[in-house]
Each structure stands twice: as structure tokens, then as C-alpha cells.
């Protein structure tokens, strides 16, 4: 059976997901199935649409190019979720049954999405990829042994931001006495952070206060009257996600705040959140766990074999983009651990519960990384029983008015001293809460 291609154009792709008409591989016999939820409509159709491009582009690729993940055949079938958690719900229901084996594993593209599947899921023995976003403490293997924020959770990002500020600053020690705005979506992923924020204002000595903005985040004047003339703060953290991103660094331009002093989420570090707020933008900052822009082999391969076939699932021109880029990392991180567990049960479909082994033993080397076409996109990962994050660097980037740049050389390590902890008592908390079992992990193995 030929297998039906997404058709590129945002407009046309927009209007068959509002149909409700899903693009496919099929899945048939010997071919292992990616069920691709994704959000091609609504206040957030340019995040899902761009990483759902690169994740399927990826997916495309190995299957022109290599004949799928060691001679086997990768299908899928997307699924609009127009980022509603019952969507989501009904998309996993509708899809963890498809193929000879079952749904190998699901990538929701949303915290509160995650939620509405990850015990679902575990009961199923399906995985759930969260590649840095979802629930922290999923970080916890013991606890959560099906859901994976791998790359870096957003405990370990957060840190990562106050070590950013630090080094602006002359040091840790001159965080005394700062104040900081913690500008956020008023949702569980906004709130997310509160709990480390608050550890790190304490051991450092500097003021944070949560500033919280309403869904989709387009009314924030009396918002930042308060961050400017009550808090006055040294520094803005901006945990949004949408229109809410450029909404919000307008709305600093406008009181005249420095967006070098402005760091927000990777979610508010897209192209699509920098051009809609046109020259207010030039200078804004944000952490992000891969490199932008299109200079890297697996991009080159993809045009080749796939875009230059009339085969691509996006606009040639969001190619290389931010979420563009993260859709392929993902893909290279699904794709990887299907690899890494058909190299323990063998070049066939492999059901959810192998390919969870898979994703506990990933091991993805810089020499892995170089043979992937992604050398300088990503870091390494190293996952365990212990460990479902993997790595946890982070960089800066800043948008120079047209395009981002990488303003960190080097990967900013996180304090895994203080998150660790954190992410093992609430891990432990909804353990007990829940009636789960901890499985038995040797710290070591981490």
C-alpha cells in the first residue's frame, strides 16, 4: 500500500486537520508504528505544526533513505488534537492499538496533554516522550516508568537560567538582592517552576515574584504595570508559550525594559514568537536545549531525499526553523530508542513495553551524534532506570533582529544538587499518593 504524505502549505494542512482528516504511513504487517499527535490548528498550530513537520520529515527520511530503522518499515497517522487534552485523550485511544505491535510510543507536544495520558499510558505499557516539557519528577524512573522529559526537564532548565543570570551578574554572590519576575502562563506547565524558583531565591539570597497571565495571553498591560512600577525588577523570566510570548516582549519594549534582561522558556524562543513582535524583540534572550538554522547534514539529507521529492511535511521554508529543528530531535530520539531496543529483541515491529526498554537504555554518544548528521544540534543522552532526563544542558540564544544566535558556548550545566532532590520527593509524594510501587534503581546507573 503507498503510503499518503502530508501535503505542504500551513492553509491546506490547517483545513484537513479541522476536517478531522488525519495524514498517514498505514500501518501493515512488518512495520513499526509512530503515532504522530499533533496540533496543526489553534492558538498554537505554529509549535505543533513546526515540530510535527521535522518529527515526520525524520521519520520520512529513514524510510526513503535506509529503508525505515534497520530494514524495518516506519508507518504512522497523525491525529489533531488542536492541543485540547480530551483530543488527546480520544487520539490515544484511537491510536495505541494500530500496527502488528501496538503504538510504539507517544510524543503529546504539551504539558497538560501529557497529563491527560500518563497513567493511561503506563497501564498500557506504552511510553510517553516528553522532550522538555511535562512533569519533572517524571525524571524519577522509579516512579514513572513509562513517561521520559528527556533532554532536560524544566527544574534543571530553570537553574540553568539563574546560572545565565549569575555569570551577567559577576557571580552567584551578586544575586543578593535582585529581584526577579517570574512572568508566566497561568496553567500547570507555567506553574511548574515555582518550587525550584523559590529553593534557588532562597539559597541565593535574590526576590522572585509569579506574575501569572491568563489563557492565550494577549491582555497583559496591567500585568507588567505591576512588574514596572510595584516590583521593578532586575530581571524578567518569561514562562509563556503562543501569542503570550510576543505579546509579552512588546509589552517590555513599551515600559522600556531591556529584553538583554529578559530570558524566557524555550517555548517562547521560536521565530514565530520574535517576527510578530518585529523590532521590540531584537535582543530578547531565551535558554534552549539544540542549536537553530539549517547548517547540519541530517537537514541536508532530509532536503535531499525527501523535500526535493515533493515529499516534505511542512513549508520548505520553515526548514531549519526552531521547531522545525526540535521536531527532528525528537524524531532522532523516538527512532533511536526503537533502535536501541530492536538491537535487544530484534529487527522486527517492537511493541510499547520493548520500546520502553529501548528509552531506558539510550546511550546517544557525540560520535552518535556525528554519524546522525546532528553534530553541533544536540548534546549527548544518556538515559537509565534511574534517570529518565539524560542529559540536562542547556544553552542561550539571542535573536539578533533576524535571526537566532547562540550566545553560550558551552552547555550550562543545571544544579542537580538541589533538583535531584526535589524531583525524588515529589516523585515519592504522588507514589504514595497514588499506590505505585518504586522500582528498585541503582543511583549509580544514573
Known sequence: MKATRTLRGLAFAAALAAAGIGTAEVALAEEIFVPVTIYRTGPYAPGGSGVGGGFIDYMALLNERDGGINGVKIAWEECETAYQPDRMVECYERLKGRGEKGATVFNPLGTGLTYAIMERATE??????????????????????????????????????????????????????????????????????????????????????????????????????????????????????????????????????????????????????????????KGYITTTFHAPGSDFPVINEIMEHVHNKGNGNIDTERVGSIYYNRGILQAILTTEAIRTAMDKFGNRPVSGEEVQWGLENLNITEERIEELGAAGLVSPLKTSCFDHEGGGLVKVQQWDGDKWVLITDDWIEPDWGLTRPLVEASAAAYAEEKGVAVRDCPAETG
Not at 530553570?158 to 517570574?182: C, P, V
Not at 525594559?257 to 520574535?274: H, L, Q, T
Request: glycine share 8%; charged share 20%; with cysteine.
Open 124 to 281: 498500557d505499557k506504552i511510553p510517553v516522550l516528553t522532550m522538555g516539557y511535562g512533569r519533572t519528577d517524571a525524571s524519577d524512573g522509579r516512579v514513572w516508568p513509562y513517561l521520559f522529559p528527556l533532554i532536560v526537564n524544566y527544574w534543571n532548565q530553570s537553574t540553568a537560567k539563574i546560572a545565565y543570570i549569575a555569570e551577567q551578574e559577576g557571580g552567584y554572590e551578586n544575586l543578593k538582592g535582585l529581584k526577579i519576575a517570574n512572568l508566566l502562563h497561568d496553567s500547570a506547565y507555567g506553574k511548574e517552576t515555582h518550587t525550584v524558583l523559590e529553593a534557588q531565591a532562597e539559597k541565593y539570597g535574590f526576590e522572585v515574584a509569579h506574575f501569572p497571565v491568563a489563557h492565550p495571553g494577549l491582555d497583559q498591560k496591567a500585568t507588567w504595570l505591576q512588574i514596572s512600577r510595584r516590583f521593578k525588577p532586575d530581571w524578567v523570566i518569561l514562562r509563556g508559550w503562543g501569542v503570550m510570548c510576543s505579546t509579552a516582549i512588546k509589552e517590555a519594549a513599551r515600559i522600556n525594559f531591556p529584553r538583554e534582561k529578559m530570558i524566557g522558556v524555550w517555548w517562547c524562543g521560536s521565530e514565530e514568537d520574535v517576527i510578530a513582535a518585529g523590532s521590540a524583540a
